[in-house]
């Protein structure tokens, strides 16, 4: 099994490092073509207005698309949540969520955090993240600071307002790749959440 990895701006070469940890193989995604037989796909962090117009350049609003509606596994970190909420190119993941919602850059910062995924707490890079204002009912929540919902899994869906693949991507890339390995039926069952 092959995850993709999108490959136009941001971080998705630390991605590529943690996913090559797995057992599963990964690629990156520049074309529609590199698309062809991939198991899942990871929106890195970056810069989402830039993405946004890459994507678009590149012909992959749709058949990205189309991998969601066919419930493939897909993961969307910091930017890549920006991408899947509502106005970005894809608007599937069922939330609202504010851009840079900490302020400028010198706010970005390093939090311990619990997660319901792992024992302990575990470090979360948040880099001028977006803040997730609303979220489905029935996502199963991951991870939250105070209040805030900063990690969630809906449908075939996982979204980190954080970086993990910036701190050895832990648990959070083995969760996606067993995600992968075993993904929702098609009609969003929440199975295996
Ligand atoms: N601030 C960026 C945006 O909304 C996201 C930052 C990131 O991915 N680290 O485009």
């Known amino acids: 099994m ?7 701006q941001g971080d ?3 991605h590529r490092s943690c996913l090559e940890k797995t057992a599963l193989g990964c690629r990156l995604v520049r074309t529609p073509a590199d698309l062809d037989g991939i198991a899942g796909l990871v929106i890195p962090g970056g810069e989402s207005t830039a993405i946004k117009r890459l994507v678009a350049s590149s012909g992959l609003v749709e058949p990205v698309m189309d991998l969601i509606e066919r419930c493939i596994p897909v993961w969307g970190t910091c ?15 069922g939330v609202r969520v504010e851009r840079n919602a900490y302020g400028p850059q ?3 910062r390093v939090v311990m955090a619990r ?3 792992a024992e302990g707490d575990v470090p979360l890079v948040f880099i001028r993240a977006p803040r997730i204002v609303d979220a489905p009912r029935d996502a199963s929540v991951l991870c939250r600071l105070g209040d805030e919902i ?11 307002t954080f970086h993990p ?9 083995s969760y996606f790749a ?8 098609r009609g969003g069952s929440m199975e295996g959440a």
């Not at 995850?3 to 136009?8: P, V």
């Not at 693949?165 to 890339?173: D, K, N, R, S, Y």
């Not at 067993?178 to 039926?185: D, G, I």
């Open 79 to 93: 930017a890549g949540v920006v991408l899947l909420a509502k106005g970005g190119p894809w608007d599937v993941a």
């Open 165 to 173: 693949e910036l701190a050895g991507g832990e648990p959070f890339t």
């Open 2 to 8: 092959v995850i993709g990895i999108l490959a136009l």
């Open 150 to 160: 900063v990690a969630l899994r809906w449908k075939n869906l996982l979204l980190t």
């Open 106 to 108: 010198v706010y970005s």
């Open 178 to 185: 067993s995600m992968v390995a075993s993904p929702p039926r």
């Open 12 to 14: 998705y070469a630390e």
């Open 115 to 117: 997660t319901s995924i």
